[in-house]
């Protein structure tokens, strides 16, 4: 099964949740962990480090040869990124504007451009535990092309058993990508107005690409009303409640999961993927 934990903001706990998730689950069946937040990858200080393997991730850019070159302004017209720009002696290119969509090639009348190879990621995959593999991806500095290296982390997390995907925070492509062809979301939210409003958001996203979904609340204090709220009047289960607890909020500064060293934690992390399962079979 492919559960994405999203959220529609930065630092609600989503990784948290993902990581005990993935930890609980895999004392008992494999699991692939997917750290699609490739921005700011984190879920690797979860876990012992070890031997890993690191592949490259490449995106194609069009590679201009002046000695065929005409300047005749055609690729520049056709770039609506604005990644090329033709001038009087030359044809400037912006590669962080490029979105390697090849247009330019096609458009191009002297045939003066072939495709290049650029890196914009590193894709890592390790086995931290037994039963468990993660695969991290992680966007190149200065590099823009988060969706490529999204979509690579999941070519190699492959399509079979649990594969658990962190999402990055918010609602935009790169969240997109990781939705995509996955079969529920877990929405990670706080009981602020602000957690809410962009609860709203996520859920929007993931009604709109028809992917079942369930809540987890978290740093709880107990006042959840307003969320129990929205949930009820959206029709989304809560699956659990985390209460706001120094313990879980030490443990995780630590490094470490609360689902590895305390039992019924790991208990109630299992509980909920079997939950995410039961509502997909019923969805
Ligand atoms: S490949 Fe597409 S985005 Fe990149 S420079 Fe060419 S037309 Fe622009
Ligand atoms: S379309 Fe081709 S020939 Fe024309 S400016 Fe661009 S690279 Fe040069």
Same mark, same amino acid.
């Given at each position: 099964?492919?559960?994405? %934990?999203?959220?529609?903001?930065?630092?609600?706990?989503?990784?948290?949740?993902?990581?005990?998730?993935?930890?609980?689950?895999?004392?008992?069946t494999?699991v692939?962990?997917?750290?699609c937040?490739?921005?700011?990858?984190?879920?690797h200080?979860?876990?012992?480090?070890?031997?890993?393997?690191?592949?490259? %991730?490449? /995106?194609? #850019?069009?590679?201009?040869?002046?000695?065929v070159?005409?300047?005749?302004?055609?690729?520049?017209?056709?770039c609506a990124f604005?990644?090329?720009?033709?001038?009087k002696?030359?044809?400037?290119?912006?590669?962080?504007?490029?979105?390697?969509?090849g247009?330019?090639? /096609?458009?191009?009348?002297a045939?003066?451009?072939?495709?290049a190879?650029?890196p914009?990621?590193?894709?890592?995959?390790?086995?931290?535990?037994?039963?468990?593999?993660? #695969?991290?991806?992680t966007?190149?500095?200065? &590099?823009?092309?988060?969706?490529?290296?999204?979509?690579?982390?999941?070519?190699?997390?492959?399509?079979t058993?649990?594969?658990i995907?962190?999402?990055?925070?918010?609602?935009?492509?790169?969240? #997109?990508?990781?939705?995509?062809g996955?079969?529920?979301?877990?929405?990670?939210?706080?009981s602020?107005?602000?957690?809410?409003h962009?609860?709203?958001?996520?859920?929007?996203?993931?009604?709109?690409?028809g992917?079942?979904?369930? #809540?987890?609340?978290n740093?709880?204090?107990?006042?959840?009303?307003?969320?129990?709220q929205?949930c009820?009047?959206h029709?989304i289960? %809560?699956?659990?409640?985390?209460?706001?607890?120094?313990?879980?909020a030490? %443990?995780?500064?630590?490094?470490?999961? /609360? &689902?590895?060293?305390?039992?019924?934690?790991?208990?109630?992390f299992s &509980?909920?993927?079997?939950?995410c399962? &039961?509502?997909?079979?019923?969805?």
């Amino acid at each position: 099964m492919k559960i994405v %934990v999203a959220s529609g903001k930065g630092g609600t706990g989503k990784s948290m949740v993902a990581g005990n998730l993935a930890f609980a689950l895999s004392s008992g069946t494999p699991v692939t962990l997917v750290d699609c937040d490739v921005e700011e990858p984190d879920l690797h200080l979860f876990f012992p480090e070890g031997p890993c393997a690191n592949t490259p %991730v490449h /995106i194609k #850019v069009p590679h201009i040869n002046p000695d065929v070159c005409t300047l005749c302004g055609e690729c520049g017209d056709f770039c609506a990124f604005g990644a090329l720009l033709v001038g009087k002696d030359r044809v400037l290119f912006f590669p962080e504007q490029c979105h390697s969509c090849g247009g330019c090639m /096609i458009a191009c009348p002297a045939g003066a451009i072939e495709e290049a190879d650029m890196p914009v990621g590193t894709i890592t995959v390790s086995h931290p535990e037994k039963n468990l593999t993660l #695969v991290t991806g992680t966007l190149n500095e200065g &590099a823009i092309q988060s969706v490529a290296v999204i979509r690579a982390a999941k070519m190699m997390a492959g399509n079979t058993g649990w594969i658990i995907y962190d999402a990055s925070p918010g609602t935009s492509c790169p969240v #997109v990508e990781t939705l995509e062809g996955t079969e529920f979301c877990i929405l990670v939210t706080e009981s602020t107005p602000f957690g809410l409003h962009d609860l709203a958001l996520a859920l929007d996203v993931t009604m709109q690409m028809g992917i079942p979904s369930g #809540v987890v609340i978290n740093r709880s204090d107990g006042r959840d009303e307003k969320a129990q709220q929205f949930c009820r009047e959206h029709k989304i289960p %809560v699956l659990a409640t985390i209460p706001f607890d120094r313990r879980i909020a030490e %443990v995780q500064g630590s490094g470490t999961l /609360i &689902a590895r060293i305390d039992p019924s934690w790991k208990d109630r992390f299992s &509980a909920l993927a079997k939950d995410c399962l &039961a509502l997909w079979e019923g969805s």
